[in-house]
């Protein structure tokens, strides 16, 4: 089907079922027994049972295997700031990808606000229904604010554009590595887009591995936004960017990305369009690995990244080799951390992830860095390394 079929078809469908989820019993009230049981009278007795211990949440309520996709619509992927109520059928969408993946139940949180703390607060108090916070589509620099606000919860609160984007990007690099034969340590990276994927894949390059509490990072990483490269003299830069120049940019280079990827070794982008051409992949190291993920035209199409001599080549799209897709992480995460009952999702649980889903390809090649998004035995792997991964 062409693209622009797509359009159309999407458009009649969801007019057609009004949307993509919804709920349903998990047993039938056919009887007065089952009505007095699933309601009055008998609800009565989880409600004492859980006002008297409150832990027991988990084990007389849905709390247990369902997840809140919230999102004030304000960075929806290739749509911008839409608001609210134009960004629910993608967040339906996410609910549904949670349930046919995880099993989880999800629902559409879209909210009125664009307000940091209003949206700190909403989700605080809506906290008790759900096992864990799936943030989505806030745009930066305010999505750092409102994940760090909300980490003392108790459940898991997990942007997915950031995090769930840099654990399928590092397992797509794992991978790219050892087709290349490169040291993922040694690595000249240069990240273009400093929103939130760009911010989070650059903080988790910052450590790629644990081994006896050792954290093992890439050390020569550069990000560049709209004005070119990240450095220390420049006077407009907001807080995050101020802050990954603690690790970054070693070398204070200055100039476009054009001149950041100059004998660099892998590009990563998230940001705009047909910003490459192949004469500049000619300019990087040997070797190169991209991965120019902007949609629905990433930043060089992937005949021009080979024709400047490109190895590997990942987009986000799904019609090329090598798709960088999040449905590959978010799903397995969250049942891992909602089987531990994880408070939080640790670096730890997001770098055992990364190498979960890496090691679900046996035997990478140029056209296969990473498992292809409607693999089903993704999540499965991915939650049993999450959980273990978790530490309380």
């Known amino acids: 089907m062409e693209k622009q079929d ?25 009887t007065k027994d089952d009505l ?3 309601y009055s009278p008998g609800v009565a007795e989880p409600c004492k049972e859980i006002h008297k211990s409150p832990e027991t949440i988990w084990d007389y309520t849905n709390k247990q295997n369902t997840v809140a996709v919230v999102s004030d619509g304000s960075a929806v992927l290739g749509l911008g700031n839409i608001g609210a109520e134009a960004s629910i059928p ?13 099993g989880i139940d999800a629902f559409p949180i879209c909210l009125k606000t664009q307000n940091v703390d209003e949206i700190v607060n909403i989700v605080k108090n809506i906290s008790p229904v759900f096992g864990g916070i799936n ?33 399928v990007l590092l397992a797509a690099l794992i991978n790219a590595c050892k087709v290349t034969g490169k040291n993922i340590e040694d690595l000249k990276i240069v990240v273009n887009g400093a929103g939130a994927a760009g911010v989070a894949i650059t903080r988790m390059l910052r450590c790629i591995n644990f081994d006896a509490n050792i954290c093992v990072a890439v050390k020569n990483i550069i990000v560049c936004d709209s004005k070119g490269i990240i450095h220390k003299e420049r006077n407009d830069l907001n807080w995050i960017k101020q802050e990954i120049l603690n690790y970054t940019n070693i070398n204070n280079e200055t100039g476009s990305v054009k001149d950041a990827i100059k004998n660099a070794d892998v590009f990563i982008g998230v940001s705009v369009a047909n910003l490459l051409n192949s004469d500049d ?22 005949d021009d990244a080979y024709k400047g001599g490109a190895v590997i080549v990942g987009t986000g799209r799904s019609d090329f080799p090598n798709q960088v897709n999040n449905v590959l992480a978010f799903p397995g ?11 939080a999702i640790t670096p730890k649980m997001k770098l055992a992830a990364a190498y979960a889903l890496a090691n679900c390809v046996k035997r990478p090649s140029k056209e296969k860095v990473i498992p292809y998004a409607l693999d089903m035995e993704v999540v499965s792997k991915v939650s049993k390394a999450v959980a273990n991964a978790y530490e309380e």
């Open 135 to 167: 943030l989505e589509d806030i745009s930066a620099p305010r999505c750092f604010d409102v994940e760090a606000k909300l980490q003392d919860l108790g459940i898991p609160v997990f942007h997915d554009d950031q995090h769930g984007t840099a654990i």
């Open 6 to 30: 797509y359009f159309k078809a999407s458009l009649e469908l969801h007019k057609k079922y009004k949307g993509k989820i919804s709920v349903q019993p998990k047993f039938p009230v056919v």
């Open 281 to 302: 992949i000619k300019t990087m190291a040997e070797k190169p690995i991209i991965f120019p993920m902007a949609n629905p035209i990433p930043e060089i199409m992937p």
């Open 90 to 102: 993608v967040m339906e969408g996410k609910a549904l990808l949670f349930k046919k993946f995880a």
């Open 36 to 38: 007095s049981m699933a």
């Open 333 to 343: 995460i969250f049942k891992g951390a909602l089987k531990v009952k994880a408070k």
